[in-house]
C-alpha cells in the first residue's frame, strides 16, 4: 500500500515536460514548430519584399522629380546614346519639354490684301493656315508655356493646342511635306512630324492610329492619322503644334482656313 501511495503521490507532482509524449502529440509538436518555422519564414520574405517595394518607390519618386527638373542621369544618357547609335532616333518635341525663346512675331497682311490672294500667297509659301481636323471642334486647352500638367501635375510648358474630338476623328496635313517622324512614344503617344521644307514643321499627338509612314510625302488635306487618347492623355484629343527654325509658335494664329 505504502508503494503504491507513493507512486500515485509522484505522478501528482511530475512536470509535464517531464512525461513521456505520446506519438500524437510529438505529431502535433513537430507539426506546430513546422508551421511557426514557416510563417516566419513567410514574415522575413514579406519584409523583404516591402523593403525592396520601399526602394523602388524611392528610386521612382528620384526619377520622377529628375524627369519633371529636367535632370540627366549620366548613366541613363549613355545607354541612350548607345542606343541611338543603333537605332538612330530624333528628340520628340513633347509637351514636356522645355519652352524656347526667340519665337517669331506674327506675319502682318495688309488691310488692302484680299481673302483669296492671302489664301494664294499662303499656299504658295507652303504655310501650316489650316484646320488638322474638322473645325467644329473646339480648343480646348491653348498655347501656354506655364501650363499646370493635368497628368505630371506640374506647370510645364503647352506648346501647342487641343482639339476636343472623338476617338477615330480624321487629323489632316496642314500642309504639304515630308512625314519626317510616325511613331510611338511614352509621352506624346502615337504622333507625327511633318517637315514642310521651309523652316516650318507641324506635329500631330496622341493619335489612336497612324495613316501616313516615316518619310512619305503628303499633301494638305491627305489624312495622316486619327484622334486618340495614347501618351500622356485624359481622353480623346489631338494636340497639335506648329514649329518655325525650331522654335514653338502658337499654332491658333495659323488657323486662317476650315
Request: charged residues 25%; neutral net charge; without cysteine.
Amino acid at each position: 500500500m505504502m508503494i503504491l501511495t507513493g507512486n500515485i503521490l509522484h505522478a501528482q507532482v511530475t512536470p509535464d515536460s517531464l512525461r513521456p509524449q505520446s506519438k500524437y502529440q510529438q505529431f502535433e509538436q513537430q507539426r506546430l514548430e513546422q508551421m511557426q518555422k514557416y510563417a516566419d519564414k513567410q514574415a522575413h520574405d514579406l519584409d523583404s519584399l516591402r523593403a525592396k517595394y520601399l526602394k523602388y518607390e524611392a528610386e521612382r519618386e528620384d526619377l520622377m522629380m529628375r524627369f519633371i527638373n529636367n535632370e540627366k542621369d549620366e548613366a541613363l544618357v549613355e545607354r541612350s546614346e548607345i542606343a541611338e547609335k543603333k537605332n538612330p532616333i530624333v528628340e520628340v518635341p513633347s509637351e514636356d519639354s522645355p519652352a524656347q525663346t526667340g519665337v517669331p512675331e506674327a506675319k502682318q497682311i495688309p488691310t488692302d490684301v484680299t481673302s483669296d490672294e492671302v489664301l494664294a500667297s499662303e499656299i504658295e509659301a507652303n504655310r501650316p493656315v489650316f484646320y488638322p481636323v474638322n473645325a467644329k471642334f473646339p480648343v480646348t486647352s491653348p498655347f501656354d508655356l506655364n501650363r499646370f500638367h493635368p497628368v505630371l501635375k506640374v506647370n510645364k510648358p503647352h506648346k501647342g493646342i487641343d482639339f476636343g474630338a472623338p476617338q477615330g476623328t480624321p487629323v489632316y496635313a496642314t500642309a504639304d511635306g515630308l512625314v519626317e517622324i510616325a511613331r510611338f512614344s511614352k509621352s506624346a503617344g502615337n504622333w507625327i512630324m511633318i517637315n514642310h521644307h521651309n523652316g516650318y514643321k507641324t506635329v500631330y499627338m496622341h493619335l489612336s492610329t497612324l495613316a501616313q509612314k516615316e518619310n512619305a510625302r503628303v499633301k494638305r488635306g491627305d489624312i495622316i492619322g486619327y484622334v486618340g487618347s495614347t501618351g500622356y492623355s485624359t481622353g480623346p484629343h489631338l494636340h497639335y503644334e506648329v514649329w518655325l527654325n525650331e522654335s514653338p509658335l502658337n499654332p491658333k494664329r495659323f488657323l486662317m482656313y476650315k
